[in-house]
């Protein structure tokens, strides 16, 4: 009879490499809590920061009554939260069904020579300084004519355009390709697949990048210095003329020396953070019913 070979001994003990990876595991999970931590803490830092100089100023009067028609203190900001709105409500309505068609056109028609060079100039583009930006529609629409609330609009829009156009892309390009090949199969055109089976997956990454931009565009002050800062500071919903805007408010009271206009800027301030929390939520909360449509 041949002899029999010995089992192998199996040791069921972790190993020297095996404890060195769960080490530098727990490691670089702890730096990446700590990162987290980091960031959330510099959040609140600046958010306790502003709400406390911002205390002084903020009351019901501060939110509902327009600015002192000589610029003194006493006045609020009402004037100014409806020009922001107008102005950020027109830049989205430009750039948002742009910045889309633009990212459906590089995921899903255009060929490779032409999507690269679209691509580069789109990154170009958020590259920008804004200022580079306010100085371009100043030259294109406010020189020969006059400063309005729409330039500032075109100008907010060109900052926000790559920014929605490459978070949709990206987000077009996580579709999983048997969900365009399973259309595409049973005989749907392509453009009623893109729009009748892609977009309605990608609603929640559209969204964001939408969200992002508002958030971005909704605190530029350089294009806005330039496109509409002479303004009539009462109410006003006319945006062929120039507007009322937090961010120029903001700029402007704080380079007075009056102390009661500093505590008018920093609720300012308050009130642009709050405007961009409230559309983050917003948008989750939309995000999350499209995905409650979308679900079994």
Do not use: C
């Not at 068609?101 to 583009?125: G, S």
């Amino acid at each position: 009879m041949s002899a029999v070979a010995p089992a192998p001994r199996i040791s069921l003990q972790p190993s020297g490499r095996l404890r060195r990876r769960r080490i530098v595991n727990r490691i670089m999970e702890g730096v990446g809590t700590g990162a987290a931590l980091v960031a959330v803490g510099v959040l609140v830092l600046v958010i306790v920061s502003v709400a406390v100089r911002a205390a002084p100023a903020l009351s019901w009067d501060f939110l509902t009554k327009p600015p002192n028609l000589f610029g003194g203190p006493g006045g609020g900001i009402s004037s100014a939260i409806v020009g922001s709105g107008l102005i950020v409500l027109t830049a989205t309505a430009m750039a948002l069904p742009l910045g889309v068609l633009i990212a459906i056109y590089l995921t899903e028609f255009a060929p490779r020579a032409a999507a690269a060079p679209i691509q580069l100039v789109l990154d170009v583009l958020n590259g920008l300084p804004t200022i580079v930006t306010g100085i371009f529609v100043y030259g294109l629409l406010v020189i020969g004519h006059a400063q309005s609330a729409f330039a500032g609009a075109f100008a907010l829009g060109i900052v926000m355009l790559p920014l929605v156009a490459r978070a949709a892309q990206e987000t077009l390009l996580l579709v999983p390709p048997a969900l365009r090949e399973g259309s595409l199969a049973l005989g749907v055109s392509r453009w009623r697949a893109v729009l009748g089976v892609i977009l309605p997956t990608t609603f929640g990454g559209f969204l964001t990048g939408a969200v992002l931009a508002v958030a971005r565009a909704a605190g530029e002050t350089a294009p806005l210095l330039f496109t509409t800062s002479i303004f009539n500071p009462s109410v006003s919903t006319d945006i062929t003329h120039a507007l009322p805007n937090i961010p120029v408010l903001i700029f402007t009271y704080s380079e007075q020396p009056d102390k009661a206009l500093h505590e008018q800027a920093w609720g300012a301030a308050l009130v642009l953070m709050a405007f961009v929390l409230i559309a983050s939520l917003a948008a989750k909360a939309l995000l999350a019913r499209s995905r409650r449509k979308l679900g079994p």
